[in-house]
């Protein structure tokens, strides 16, 4: 993928949409060069921050030309702190904030301006209390997906390493396309997985966000946790490579888990309501109760 790419880009572009590490990397590549762009746009400022890529904007920020354009996006409720927006972006930059989360769009195609359709994503928690309540759940949610998306049920199955995989993809031959992706996935595998989650409306990847990383499928309709990552960091460089889903299945090992609050705030930064099993560990982890709990 990375030199597809470059090819590309080497035969000059007018236009780059990417993740800030994606555009860092081919820079350092010398791929390209960001002294002639006139207009930086910088969507959800915030959650890129984040997600921990200020080093990244520090960098595209020096590397371009002084005198571009910048146009910035964030929540009002996690506007950055003022020495970093000095730090990313200058005096002139357009500043732009928003209320509510930008509508995912259709399966189909581009959402239509003034539909009134905005989908917000869904969250719900399964309590694991054991390994049989995992799989016994995993295959039940995923066979309600399948029948609820007739025309479109493209899914993402996350676990933490590549260990787990041996073991559910016998499990899952009867969804049909199933593809595997995690870090040792040389390039032409990441290829057929990249084109299938453009081209496959039904497809099912099981994958780490190591091997996601880079990747922007379109419209997903669920993106099933099955193994919850040990840092909300983890957590966040999933929700980069899907951002546009229906719906988010979060396998809660224990109501004292030490995710349940970042998670449960994060989902209420979205404009959204967490779900009461979250709300429930939050608040075991506020009060110091909960085995999880940081003091």
Known sequence: LFDKQSYKLGKGVDLIVSTPS???EYVEAAVIGLKRVSYMCIDRLDLILGMGFQAQMEFLRANTHPHRQTIVSFSPTDQPPADVLRKL????????????????????GPARSGSGNAE????RVVRVKD??????TLQEVLRQVRAEGREFSRTLLFVNSRAPMEKLVPQLQ??????????????EGRNRVAE????DPHVLVVATEVGMEG???PLVAAVVHYQLPDTMERYCKRLQSCQAARSHLLYLPSMDSALARPLA????????????????????????????ARQ
Request: aromatic residues 6%; without cysteine; hydrophobic residues 40%.
């Open 120 to 123: 917000a994503t869904e969250h």
């Open 89 to 108: 972006v200058d005096k002139r930059a357009v500043t732009v904030t928003f209320a509510g989360r930008q509508a995912p769009a259709s399966p189909t």
């Open 265 to 292: 705030d994060y989902i209420a930064a979205q404009g959204q309501d967490p779900p009461e099993m979250l709300t429930q560990g939050k608040k075991r982890a506020r009060d110091g109760k909960g085995a999880g």
């Open 131 to 136: 390994a049989w309540t995992r799989e016994n």
């Open 215 to 217: 990747l922007q499928p």
């Open 22 to 24: 994606r555009v860092v």
């Open 174 to 187: 009867w969804w049909g396309s199933v593809l595997l992706l995690h870090d040792l996935v040389v390039t």
């Open 196 to 199: 299938a989650l453009q081209s």
